[in-house]
């Protein structure tokens, strides 16, 4: 299910992330010729692609894993995980077609066609369309842009994918309490952080209750040495219970 640069979705104003956050701005072919998409999603692409790919292979991803990475971007992660992973393994879907375009750019200048990474635009985290159960899925800076009823929907829709010993891991800013309406300065990085607004911070609590709408269970691995203080999530379905 291979889905070229020209047959890329353009979503229209009217998707449900409109207004939320800045990650609905359509980068131009010059944007992307001039790399301005390795800085429009956060910059630091060497080092967070770098933390990401270490992390998911300390969790255990191997080789023939099928892996989805939700708010797949630009490949900051993504070009690791392609060049590791064998043949059609890799999965991304972002809301943002520009970066999609992005993406295949990058797969290009990597040289990393032949490995047939599955690459779609969905504003409704809509992962049923590749068809596929995955072993392992991944957000990074995702769960951070979004309010609660979003992340359930996001939720909703991993649950339905994932294999029964799927794991996925997704970021997120840590608050002390529920219904923290205080702005919380996180260290290191200095992200500024709101309750009702990007970027959005959450309680453990707050995640457990919208995974557990969702259907899923949760950990809170928290410290993964991300350079903004993003902590670590994972989910899991309910029949998956861990022995410890």
């Known amino acids: 299910m291979l889905e070229k640069p020209q047959a890329y979705d353009k979503l229209t104003a009217s998707n449900v992330m409109s ?14 010729s001039q790399n301005k998409h390795r800085h429009f999603i956060g910059g630091k692409w060497s080092e967070i692609g770098q933390l990401q790919y270490d992390f998911l292979l300390q969790q255990g991803l191997q080789p023939h894993h099928q892996l989805l990475d939700i708010g797949c971007g630009c490949l900051r992660g ?19 077609a520009s970066l999609i375009k992005a993406a295949w750019h990058e797969v290009k200048l990597a040289n ?10 969905s504003d409704k985290f ?18 951070t842009h979004l309010p609660m009823n979003i992340i359930i929907r ?4 991993v649950q339905k994918n994932l294999t029964p010993q799927g794991k996925y891991y997704s970021t997120f800013f840590l608050a002390p309490t529920s219904a923290h309406t205080a702005q919380i300065a996180h260290q290191p990085g200095g ?18 209750f919208m995974a557990s709408v969702a259907g899923l269970k949760i950990n809170l691995i928290g410290e993964w040495n991300h350079s903004r203080n993003q902590q670590m999530l994972e989910f899991f379905k ?6 410890d």
Do not use: W
């Open 238 to 243: 309910c029949d998956n219970l861990r022995a």
């Open 78 to 96: 993504g070009l690791h995980f392609i060049n590791y992973l064998e043949v059609n393994r890799y999965y991304g879907l972002d809301v943002n």
């Open 154 to 157: 996001c939720l909703s829709e």
């Open 126 to 143: 809509e992962i049923d369309r590749f068809q596929q159960q995955f072993d392992f899925m991944l957000s990074v800076s995702v769960f």
């Open 191 to 208: 992200v500024v952080t709101n309750y009702d607004r990007d970027p959005f911070h959450y309680s453990f609590d707050e995640m457990s």
């Open 19 to 32: 207004g939320i956050n800045s990650y609905g701005e359509e980068l131009s072919e010059f944007d992307i």
């Open 112 to 121: 990393l066609e032949p490995k047939n990474p599955h690459l779609i635009v």
